[in-house]
Nanobody
């Protein structure tokens, strides 16, 4: 069974930085689309960032553009989310996700946050204090 394990969450002050990691089992080596989602109490889950691990094309929700960077290390089969200039509204449980299907385009095709991500981690908490 595919397993995704997040790490790197914690509590920081506004303006601080964190780097989240998501280690995947060997069964996710072929995943083209990987993503980070987050869910705050009383809020619906939203896609924060996605990456096409083949072509490197990324997507970011408007609220994190310029502050967050998603990346993937193919050799280590690990997904990362570098979060800078953190704001209190970034406080949420963060989940990594992977899909066993491709977006059906080119290597540069953007992986949409609405894609069928069928593998999920258990989450890591990020808390940003004001």
């Amino acid at each position: 069974q595919v397993q995704l394990v997040e790490s790197g969450g914690g509590s920081v002050q506004a303006g601080g930085s964190l780097r989240l990691s998501c280690a995947a089992s060997r069964y996710t080596y072929s995943s083209v689309c990987m993503a980070w989602f987050r869910q705050a109490p009383g809020k619906q889950r939203e896609g924060v960032a996605t990456i096409n691990t083949v072509g490197g094309t990324t997507y970011y929700v408007d609220s994190v553009k310029g502050r967050f960077t998603i990346s993937h290390d193919n050799a280590k089969n690990t997904l990362y989310l570098q979060m800078n200039s953190l704001k209190p509204e970034d406080t949420a449980m963060y989940y990594c996700a992977a899909a066993d299907s491709t977006p059906g385009g080119t290597a540069r095709t953007t992986c949409p946050p609405s894609f069928d991500y069928n593998y999920w981690g258990q989450g890591t908490q990020v808390t940003v204090s004001s």
